[in-house]
């Protein structure tokens, strides 16, 4: 039982690159999330999404891009990294609704040089 | 979004005492409060939750309780262990999303 998977699990990159991290779950659980975390402000959603082409926008989505062809994966696109975007993100999931448990993913810590 | 303020960001118990962590929150129409551990490059965990028709839920040593109309929620855990180290995070449902406090460090020395 894999549950939710993310990768990589570290990534370095460099300012202006292009950066997709990855965001599995075998449930098929109906909604997804990413998160980041960082020092101070705790985890703050990025994006979400109730079911498979269905994303919207959370409190910070400024710089990343998502989509979410199949119901198991939603990748997170960082289309020009920025210093600002150096975090730890999470993916999480949940089954049938936002006030079912949010399983979340082991994180991807990545570093934009 | 809802604003979470929790409080206190570091704590530190002797093993066996207990530890609280308060959280209060700015929409009264929030119905849904969880708390999660997080363990050292791992990721969030949930542990106990609540909702808004309940005022207390207990789970063995975890305990949680509401207060809606003074709009807080504690996380109450008894005889801590070393193994209970971790950050914790409360949050609150309001609307689309969950919001989270920014966590607290608890430490259990032995």
């Known amino acids: 039982d894999a549950g939710i998977t993310q990768s990589p699990r570290y990534k370095i990159t460099e300012t202006g690159r292009q950066v997709t991290l990855m965001c599995h779950q075998t449930?098929?659980?109906?909604?997804m999330f990413w998160y980041r975390q960082d020092l101070g402000h705790g985890l703050r959603l990025i994006y979400y999404?109730?079911?498979?082409?269905?994303?919207d926008k959370g409190e910070v989505p400024d710089g990343y891009v998502v989509s979410r062809s199949k119901t198991e994966n939603f990748p997170l696109t960082l289309e020009s990294a920025t210093r600002s975007q150096t975090s730890v993100y999470f993916c999480?999931?949940?089954?049938?609704?936002?006030?079912?448990?949010?399983?979340f993913g082991p994180g991807t810590r990545l570093t934009v040089l | 979004g809802e604003n979470v303020e929790q409080h206190p960001s570091t704590l530190s118990v002797q093993e066996g005492d207990s530890a609280v962590i308060k959280c209060t929150y700015s929409?009264?129409?929030?119905?849904?409060f969880p708390w999660y551990k997080q363990e050292l490059g791992k990721g969030p965990q949930l542990i106990i939750d609540?909702?808004?028709?309940?005022g207390e839920k207990k789970d063995q040593r975890i305990a949680v309780t509401l207060n809606k109309t003074a709009k807080h929620f504690s996380l109450h855990i008894t005889e801590t262990q070393p193994e209970d180290s971790a950050v914790y995070f409360c949050?609150?449902?309001?609307?689309?999303?969950?919001?989270f406090g920014k966590g607290t460090s608890l430490l259990v020395t032995p």
């Open positions: 999480a999931s949940s089954d049938k609704r936002l006030t079912d448990t949010q399983y």
């Open positions: 449930w098929s659980h109906s909604y």
């Open positions: 999404s109730a079911a498979a082409d269905i994303t």
């Open positions: 929409d009264s129409a929030s119905n849904y």
């Open positions: 609540i909702r808004s028709n309940v």
């Open positions: 949050a609150v449902h309001s609307g689309y999303a969950l919001n």
